[in-house]
């Protein structure tokens, strides 16, 4: 019964999120005013925006001008109550868990902006690495922030001179700022390969060009953060031969 509230919580945040991944980049206030249809401007009644419910009963349709809402907003929700059940399953009920959840919802909406327009906000990429410091141990998390952060900083650095041109953006400095503290070392190496590994096949297929890498930084971090002691017996016995 209780993964049912915290699912259902979720996709109340990710219904949230899904007006903060649109309003955001546009530099809207994602309070004021109420949702409405981006294709005739109508103001959605309550009804419109029951998280996945209401696009579902709607038929992926706008209610008043029949224009297809996009399925990225049932996806959005449904993905976020899967974060929340995920993290709830790891850590228990705790004030912990519901800032980890967060976190993770915080790297989705950037990871969906980032998808979108190749650029990722600041105001959301310092919410994600502030929240991903305030550990059961602060100070910790701060250090974790700041290690992952500078040496990724210098790989970037590294990485740029070698190939003569911008590799990473400082948006992904501060993603990696993120990953420290939420992972710690040495499983934020873990989830800095893994993310390599997971673009390597869409960097192919893209060629020339650009591909958003926050995407994989992100779901590298969660793979880790959910099988993290799985990761820390591979660093041991890696270590240890």
Known sequence: MELIFIFIFGI????FLNVVIYRIPKEESIVFPASKCQSCQT????????PIFSWLFLKGECAFCNDKISKQYPIVEFVTGLIFVLVYTKLGLTWHMGVV????TTLLALTMIDFKYMAIPDSLNLLALTLAMVQP?????IQN??????????????????????AMGEGDIMIAGTMGALLGFPLFFFALFLSALLAIVPSLLAKDHMVPFVPFLALATFIVFL???????????ILNG
């Open 43 to 50: 103001p959605l009644k309550w009804y419109h925006n029951i």
């Open 101 to 104: 959840a967060v976190v993770f």
């Open 12 to 15: 109340v945040i990710g219904s």
């Open 145 to 166: 922030a700041l290690l992952a952060a500078g040496g990724f900083s210098l790989f970037r650095f590294y990485l740029s001179y070698a190939l003569n041109k911008e």
């Open 137 to 141: 141990d602060f100070i910790s998390g």
């Open 227 to 237: 099988y993290d002691e799985w990761f820390a017996q591979l660093g041991l016995w």
